[in-house]
């Protein structure tokens, strides 16, 4: 059956992640994947952990196998709004929280109550795929500002917003990643996101803080959460605990005004009615139990390793015009290779003849561009497959520089 002429026509925006494709190759033995985004899976809760949280569970009777409040379980926002305070410098009253499933959904809840068809959006170049994919269904216009190793460029950015509001137009919001971003590996400098706030509060325009990396620094590094200096309550925060506890657990939370927090909240009673009550009790335990706390340096130190080595393997063996972002902490490195070569055609080959992968760079950029960009993930490989693939991968971007 014809089965296409029944959909919604807004599913021509809906595109396969390559990033959730490439995930696939992460299972395969044979391929060394530098695709996917996953954690260091030693990195994830450890047996005796496991049993802690199934011990926690069971002590609560039937709370946990019940619905919960949309919000999120109270004693979870009280544990978020104290964890915001102390490890994020953010203050937030429990009512200015929403418990989320994964920061995924608060992209979606975001790109529903915010994004109406032709708004302009601004993203940095390169952005976060699978929040370029949560609004496009809302069919938006955007602005990407390329960036340099202190983040957006904000003067780029500026003439943006100049000829916006010379043609009697103003962007609804600006996407950003500022800290480790996904997926260049990028952290904004603190002079310029006091700039972008002020640029926010000039132009009127509000920003989607996301911040799944930014307890995950393994260089020395100075900065504040914009949240934490929005003085205008102009940022909304959002962050998770899939890459500091576990992503299958799929919770995350939202810090922002309470009177935005109230429409996440309606948003989210029709799309899921409230997160997963086990995993929010999960959570609380490693909360109240300082697993995250305790389990944070190690993979601070695990990821800094292998960061490293990768880096400097790099450096070593890919082709000196190519250039590779050096981050401060997170979990991707980028890369831009000679302009003649395009990451996305040479992927199956080395795939195929390397057993390696990488995230061609192209789908991360809303102007279309980036095709000689890649994106290597450094936490989930171990440091064995990490001298093997890069060494596989310089010689198939050797190859292919001979041939273009
Ligand atoms: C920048 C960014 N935002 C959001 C997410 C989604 O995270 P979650 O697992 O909380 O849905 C990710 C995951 O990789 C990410 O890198």
């Given at each position: 059956m014809d089965f296409y002429r029944f959909l919604?026509?807004?599913?021509?925006?809906?595109?396969?992640?390559?990033?959730?494709?490439?995930?696939?190759?992460?299972?395969?033995?044979?391929?060394?994947?530098?695709?996917?985004?996953?954690?260091?899976p030693a990195s994830l809760p450890s047996k005796e952990e496991i049993v802690s949280a199934i011990e926690f569970i069971s002590s609560l009777g039937d709370r946990a196998f019940q619905y919960s409040p949309t919000s999120g379980v109270p004693e979870l926002k009280t544990e978020l709004a104290k964890f915001c305070r102390d490890k994020l410098d953010i203050k937030a009253s429990e009512d200015e929280i929403i418990v989320v499933t994964g920061s995924q959904q608060a992209l979606d809840i975001s790109s529903r109550i915010l994004i109406n068809q032709r708004d302009y959006i601004i993203t940095e170049l390169p952005t976060y795929i699978a929040a370029v994919q949560a609004f496009n269904l809302m069919r938006p216009n955007y602005l990407g500002v390329p960036m340099d190793q202190d983040g957006m460029k904000l003067e780029c950015l500026e003439r943006s917003l100049r000829m916006l509001r010379e043609n009697g137009l103003k962007p609804k919001f600006l996407y950003t990643i500022p800290t480790c971003q996904n997926p260049a590996g990028i952290s904004m400098s603190m002079d310029r996101r006091?700039?972008?706030?002020?640029?926010?509060?000039?132009?009127d325009f509000i920003i989607l803080e996301d911040d799944p990396y930014s307890q995950i620094i393994f260089k020395q590094f100075y900065f504040k959460r914009l949240k934490s200096i929005d003085s205008e309550g102009r940022v909304i925060y959002?962050?998770?605990f899939s890459k500091i506890y576990a992503p299958g657990v799929r919770i995350g939370w939202v810090v922002a005004d309470k009177s935005i927090i109230n429409f996440y909240e309606?948003?989210?009673?029709?799309?899921?009615?409230?997160?997963?009550?086990?995993?929010?009790?999960?959570?609380?335990?490693?909360?109240?139990?300082?697993?995250?706390?305790?389990?944070?340096?190690?993979?601070?130190?695990?990821y800094k390793k292998k960061c490293e080595l990768m880096y400097g393997l790099l450096k070593e063996m890919m082709p000196e015009d190519s250039v590779w972002t050096n981050p401060v902490g997170g979990m991707f490195i980028f890369g831009w290779l000679n302009e003649k070569i395009n990451t996305k055609k040479l992927l199956i080959d080395v795939i195929e003849k390397y057993g390696v992968a990488y995230v061609p760079g192209a789908s991360f950029f809303v102007d279309g561009t980036g095709w000689n960009t890649m994106r290597l993930n450094f936490s989930f490989p171990d440091e064995e497959q990490i001298k093997v693939g890069i060494e596989r991968l310089s010689k198939a971007v050797k190859e292919e520089a001979k041939k273009v």
């Open positions: 919604a026509s807004r599913t021509d925006r809906m595109k396969a992640s390559e990033v959730r494709e490439l995930v696939k190759y992460s299972r395969r033995k044979d391929i060394i994947s530098f695709g996917g985004g996953l954690p260091d006091k700039h972008l706030l002020e640029l926010a509060s000039k132009y959002m962050s998770t309606l948003a989210k009673q029709f799309i899921d009615l409230c997160s997963s009550s086990i995993n929010q009790y999960i959570i609380l335990h490693a909360l109240q139990s300082n697993l995250i706390e305790k389990r944070i340096p190690l993979i601070v130190q695990r």
